[in-house]
């Protein structure tokens, strides 16, 4: 008995010691286990932290490059593109069609003449036409005579001022008549030849101009340019003016969007004795001239009142040429060119400013040639 008991006890006690061994064997192994876990999560943190940078390598500033002197031994040629001071010079180039703003904009005096074109004077230069042909100012006497001695037919001479110098000399021919002597074309049976001593100049309306603009479709540009000649020819110092417009654009011109072009005509009166009423007392005193055209028309220029007639004070005398005013009487109409066109075709370098400040002389002008009918 006491042996086995010895053997059980030494059993118990062997039983005990291993338990006492393997309890902190285990625990180590379940922290091991459970840093192992975190170690593992943190790290897949970390992972997830840094896949979410976004990395951006900035460029390295780029170094100036370093100057050098360059020496030039010897002369350089007349055709060298260098310049003295070492810069490059390129030659001048400029569009065909290309004016200056002398030439474009620039009012009009003695210097008008700065076409450097082969064209001749009054014909088309560079795609613009001018107005006027400009020339040294003549008394009205020989201006008459040197008309009459080129074959023209002079039909008025009205001083359009108070002083009775600023004079306009209407004349005519046969080939204006001819042109003249079709439905609404009567317009260009006249030129005028103004004589301006405030500019000191005179200024001849040019034939190839009004019959661009006034002919429309009908226009013989031969015929215009042989009338030119015949000017040129007894004026031969005449020079083109400064008031131009583009020739293409002159049949189908206006002052600007919403005003008048030249078939918008003003209808002054009717009636079929029109011609009776400009021979009473009152109204033969206003009509400066008049002229009978091959289709039965009447052609009439009449002196505005004066009030009316002082608007070249303001926008300017050297185009005053435009009066007296024209009219044309057939087909028991009196018509009129709508004022605001005729002022601006006659007034090219007109602007917007410059209209405004002649703003009530469309309608006065309309008024005063309806009175000639009553």
Do not use: W
């Not at 002083?163 to 609404?184: C, P």
């Not at 479709?217 to 131009?244: G, H, Q, W």
């Not at 002082?310 to 024209?326: D, E, S, V």
């Amino acid at each position: 008995m006491n042996f086995k008991y010895k053997i059980s006890l030494k059993s118990s006690v062997l039983f005990f010691s291993m338990m006492l061994f393997s309890i902190p064997s285990l625990l180590l192994s379940e922290t091991t286990e459970n840093v192992a876990v975190s170690s593992a999560s943190e790290n897949s943190k970390k992972n997830e932290a840094h896949q979410k940078v976004v990395s951006i390598i900035l460029p390295k500033v780029p170094t100036a490059p370093e100057s050098i002197r360059v020496e030039t031994k010897g002369s350089l040629s007349e055709s060298s593109s260098l310049a003295s001071d070492g810069t490059i010079k390129f030659s001048k180039r400029l569009p065909s069609n290309y004016l200056t703003s002398a030439e474009r904009y620039g009012k009009d005096g003695k210097g008008a003449t700065l076409s450097k074109t082969k064209a001749k004077v009054g014909e088309v230069d560079k795609g613009r036409i001018s107005a006027y042909l400009r020339a040294d100012l003549i008394d009205v006497k020989t201006a008459v005579k040197k008309l009459t001695n080129a074959g023209f037919e002079v039909l008025a001479s009205t001083p359009l001022d108070k002083k009775k110098k600023l004079i306009s000399v209407v004349f005519t021919n046969a080939q204006l008549k001819k042109m003249a002597s079709k439905t609404n074309r009567g317009f260009i049976g006249t030129l005028r030849l103004l004589i301006d001593p405030k500019n000191k100049q005179i200024s001849i309306t040019n034939p190839i101009y009004l019959g661009k603009a006034m002919l429309q479709n009908d226009f013989d540009e031969a015929v215009a340019k042989e009338i030119l000649a015949t000017l040129v020819k007894e004026f031969p110092k005449v020079r083109n003016s400064m008031d131009k417009l583009k020739y293409s654009l002159l049949p189908n011109y206006q002052f600007m969007n919403g005003m008048p072009f030249y078939k918008d005509m003003e209808v002054v009166a009717r009636g079929d004795d029109l011609l009776k009423k400009l021979k009473k007392r009152k109204n033969r005193k206003k009509v400066a001239f008049k002229l009978k055209l091959d289709n039965g028309s009447t052609l009439i220029g009449i002196k505005l009142s004066r009030r009316t007639s002082k608007f070249p004070k303001k926008i300017g005398t050297n185009n005053a040429g435009m009066l007296p005013y024209p009219i044309l009487i057939e087909n028991g109409e009196a018509k009129i060119m709508e004022p605001k066109y005729y002022l601006s075709l006659m007034y090219p370098q007109l602007t917007m400013e410059e209209f405004m400040t002649i703003a009530t002389i469309p309608a006065a002008i309309i008024k005063d040639c309806t009175k000639v009918f009553r």
